[in-house]
């Protein structure tokens, strides 16, 4: 143990997401998100493959795609994986900027007595993921709480902690503010951090041109006041100098909508997105048509009912309806679906793929890639298929895409694309950090470490993953 506070990255250095930043101060270590990483993960997987859940957290730890630090995972996987876990206490904490996979993920495979540190709307939303059924090994965040499969069956008691904006967190020597800001999923927070002897800013993920620069603006003017030795910034969009906004979203949906008069309308989007569900709320409402959405959806509304300012409806809303898909026995019956969704599907509101196929001209379809198979059983006479999310920036992302774009012809639909990225251009990067001014800038969740360089010249420091950085 040194004086020194160090930053050691096992993961969002090189690559859009997997953070997972430690952070040691005097002994006391942090977390910093313990996200999945997309990049790692798909050099041995595509995304429907699972890791086997034989063998507990042991496929991922020997394809690095989780990295190797000791007393960190969870007892129960690693026994499956034939290893012991004797080293108590490593890790103090785990903060959470926002509940996003690529930060949050793979802190279901963490010890559940290490607290793990989030903001009120993002527990509403881990709450809301966690109540799905996961049936696999990679449970996304409802490892949270539950154990894979029967394995072990019962629940994890995890010690979450939430917080609000500007809420000061002690853990031992490192004090952590949180300070709201804009990205495209609610509950999203950087991190004002102040060390026995520096301060550092961990920007989370943020943009300025989505609905609420405001929170974005907040932080950046908190940064700058502690000035601090050291921020770690995300670039994912480093590269590029402009930004659509979500009313442009707005009025290429609703001018497409129009143009598709009587036909059928799908969209794929992120349903963690809530300004997008606001738009397309919106123009559902302005082109006189029902919001079809699926049953995750409707959860996460009412997750998110208690967060006022969000001001989203509520599933039971007059131009909401929910989609119900054949399961099990391909007839809709009670027992093809689980409790609280039957409790959804008993809502008035509740159409199945014979009601959208009459009434086709009458919804615009939000469900997501997901359930473009559907499509087999609503049969659209043509139509739109809305792409709202981020165009691929992977070969993996492009065969998805091309795959899709083949679902999309055999039903005669035509595809449109319009999305508002829930991160920064590099210009206003550039910005943000020419704003708070740090001593040092280490970049984080980018492909692109060097054009900061470009924009900000010798006090950007390049680092690699699984390196050690001492302040
Ligand atoms: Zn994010």
């Known amino acids: 143990m040194t004086g020194k506070t160090t930053l050691t990255f096992y993961g969002g250095i090189n690559e859009i997401g997997g953070n997972k930043i430690l952070l040691e101060d005097k002994g006391t270590r942090v977390f910093l998100d313990f996200g999945k990483s997309f990049k790692e993960r798909s050099m041995f997987y595509d995304w429907m493959e699972r890791p086997r859940l034989a063998n507990g957290v042991g496929d991922l730890l020997a394809l690095g795609i989780l990295p190797d630090v000791k007393g960190i995972y969870r007892r129960d996987l690693l026994s499956l994986a034939g290893r012991s876990q004797n080293e108590d206490g490593f890790v103090d904490a785990v903060l959470l900027s926002h509940a996003h996979s690529d930060h949050a993920d793979y802190i279901s495979f963490l010890r559940e007595d290490i607290p793990v540190w989030m903001g009120k709307t993002a527990k509403d939303i881990v ?5 799905e059924r996961q049936a696999n090994m990679e449970f996304e965040i409802s490892g949270f709480r539950k154990r894979p499969l029967e394995r072990g ?21 490192i004090e952590v503010e ?8 609610p509950g999203c927070y950087g991190f004002i951090i102040r060390t026995s002897d520096s301060t550092l800013i961990y920007s989370g993920d943020l943009r300025m041109h989505g609905n609420k620069p405001e929170l974005t603006s907040e932080f950046v003017d908190r940064a700058a006041q502690s000035k601090p030795d050291l921020m770690l910034c995300e670039g994912t969009r480093i590269n590029e100098t402009v930004s659509n906004r979500e009313s442009d979203v707005l009025e290429t949906c609703k001018y497409y909508v129009v143009k598709a008069k009587e036909s059928f309308v799908f969209v794929d989007y992120s349903y963690k997105d809530v300004d997008r569900f606001s738009t397309l709320y919106n123009v559902a409402k302005l082109t006189d048509r029902e919001l079809l959405i699926d049953v995750r959806t409707a959860r996460y509304l009412q997750a998110l009912s208690a967060n006022t300012s969000l001001a989203l409806p509520q599933p039971s809303d007059e131009s909401i309806a929910i ?15 689980d409790e609280e969704d039957t409790k959804l599907y008993r809502q008035e509101n509740v159409w199945t793929a014979g009601d959208v196929r009459s009434y086709q001209g009458k919804v615009i379809a939000a469900l997501g ?11 659209p006479s043509g139509g739109i298929y809305f792409h709202s999310t981020s165009e691929p920036f992977n070969e993996e992302g492009e065969i998805s895409e091309m795959k899709t774009n083949n679902w999309i012809e055999r ?17 206003d990067l ?26 900000q010249g010798g006090k950007v420091k390049m680092v690699e993953s699984n390196s050690t950085f001492e302040l």
């Open 127 to 131: 709450n809301s993921i966690e109540a």
């Open 153 to 173: 069956s019962g629940t994890i008691s995890r010690e979450i902690h939430d917080f609000r904006t500007g809420e000061k967190i002690t853990v031992d020597s």
């Open 178 to 185: 949180p300070v709201h800001v804009d990205h495209s999923i």
């Open 323 to 337: 989609y119900k898909p054949r399961e099990g026995s391909g007839k809709y019956q009670d027992d093809d679906y």
């Open 369 to 379: 890639a997901s359930y473009i198979d559907q499509l087999i059983d609503i049969k």
């Open 411 to 427: 039903f005669g639909m035509n595809r449109v694309h319009s999305h508002c990225s829930g991160h920064a251009s590099g210009k």
């Open 430 to 455: 550039n910005e943000i950090v020419s704003r708070i001014g740090p001593k040092t800038l280490i970049p984080i969740h980018t492909e692109h470490p060097e054009l900061f360089t470009v924009l």
